[in-house]
T-cell receptor, first 114, second 119 residues
Framework: GNSVTQMEGPVTLSEEAFLTINCTYT??????LFWYVQYPGEGLQLLLK?????DKGSNKGFEATYRKETTSFHLEKGSVQVSDSAVYFC?????????????FGTGTRLTIIP | DTGVSQNPRHKITKRGQNVTFRCDPI?????LYWYRQTLGQGPEFLTY??????LEKSRLLSDRFSAERPKGSFSTLEIQRTEQGDSAMYLC?????WGAGVLNTGELFFGEGSRLTVL
């Protein structure tokens, strides 16, 4: 089956630190990969995505590169801010007509301290 | 575009009672998904609809759970004879069908969720 494994949290960093949140996947097929973010008191929202190998998704200073050879999609940001404090979820979908649903990882809680 | 709306936001009930949650998707979206999220876990797929047709149900969705989308617009998720293990956040999301060309970016738009507490 399909699954996503995320770096366990919580992760606490100082403002302006470099961030990496690891994500690896197992998929029976060729997935598209996503990072979703959940800010306190809000719903999940798409942060970035990549649909094929070597694609790089980016948004709000975050980046992730689809690495087929290592089945990974690690999230990175060069300089985090307090406002980045949230829970981050890695997810995949296999496009297969009639079976197109997201599979999520367990989430990584990120706290940025000033 | 008012986003995906879920009601109620929080429901506290006693074991054995029935509860119903409602989801109003983004109006142009014809796919609607229900997920369940427990503390410290990622969302788990429950079921989804394309228009009024329920296309897939997870094994997580026991016989006590039923979802409907009668007119292809809003959806309801009913849980009968609630158990303490049903306590969770129930998330609704909507999207265009996967592969719908420029209309679909693969993104699901989530509501803020309905939190269920079963005492």
């Amino acid at each position: 089956g399909n699954s996503v494994t995320q770096m366990e949290g919580p992760v606490t960093l100082s403002e302006e630190a470099f961030l990496t949140i690891n994500c690896t996947y197992t998929a029976t097929g060729y997935p598209s990969l996503f990072w979703y973010v959940q800010y306190p008191g809000e719903g999940l929202q798409l942060l970035l995505k990549a649909t094929k190998a070597d694609d790089k998704g980016s948004n709000k200073g975050f980046e992730a590169t689809y690495r087929k050879e290592t089945t990974s999609f690690h999230l990175e940001k060069g300089s985090v801010q307090v406002s980045d404090s949230a829970v981050y979820f890695c997810a995949l979908v296999i496009s297969n007509f009639g079976n197109e649903k997201l599979t999520f990882g367990t989430g990584t809680r990120l706290t940025i301290i000033p | 575009d008012t986003g995906v709306s879920q009601n109620p936001r929080h429901k506290i009930t006693k074991r054995g009672q029935n509860v119903t949650f409602r989801c109003d998707p983004i109006s142009e979206h014809n796919r609607l998904y229900w997920y369940r999220q427990t503390l410290g876990q990622g969302p788990e797929f429950l079921t989804y609809f394309q228009n009024e047709a329920q296309l897939e149900k997870s094994r997580l969705l026991s016989d006590r759970f039923s979802a409907e989308r009668p007119k292809g617009s809003f959806s309801t998720l009913e849980i009968q004879r609630t158990e303490q293990g049903d306590s969770a956040m129930y998330l609704c999301a909507s999207s265009y069908p996967w592969g719908a060309g420029v209309l679909n970016t693969g993104e699901l738009f989530f509501g803020e969720g309905s939190r269920l507490t079963v005492l």
